[in-house]
């Protein structure tokens, strides 16, 4: 299974990006998926999820109401609508895959791919 993250890019405080993360080497449906971040100096963090089947969202308080996880099975792409993006979110963003239905533990990771909001 590979994951290929992209769509970050460079953007003013207040504006918006959408990541993309495209599956390949098995269906996408086979696996509950999460979007995670890391900034420089810090550990990496939980961001966003998605179950199988979209029936259940997951979102850390620090995104709640600002960004959106979203799946296209069929595209077997994942994505992250991120709004109002504050300058706290600059990190390198990463997608991950687990196989389980709803959540966790995450079994594969992306390349990642970087987000820096400039206030």
């Known amino acids: 299974v590979q994951l290929q993250a992209s769509g970050g890019g460079l953007v003013q405080a207040g504006g918006s990006l959408r990541l993309s993360c495209v599956v390949s080497?098995?269906?996408?449906?086979?696996?509950?998926m999460g979007w995670f971040r890391q900034a420089p100096g810090k550990e990496r963090e939980f961001v966003a999820g998605i179950s199988r089947d979209s029936s259940r969202t997951y979102y850390s308080d620090s995104v709640k109401g600002r960004f959106t996880i979203s799946r296209d099975n069929a595209e077997s792409t994942v994505y992250l609508q991120m709004n109002n993006l504050k300058p706290q979110d600059t990190a390198v963003y990463y997608c991950?895959?687990?196989?389980?239905?709803?959540?966790?533990?995450?079994?594969?990771w992306g390349q990642g791919t970087q987000v820096t909001v400039s206030s």
């Open positions: 991950a895959a687990s196989g389980s239905r709803y959540y966790g533990p995450w079994d594969y």
């Open positions: 080497g098995r269906t996408v449906s086979s696996y509950a």
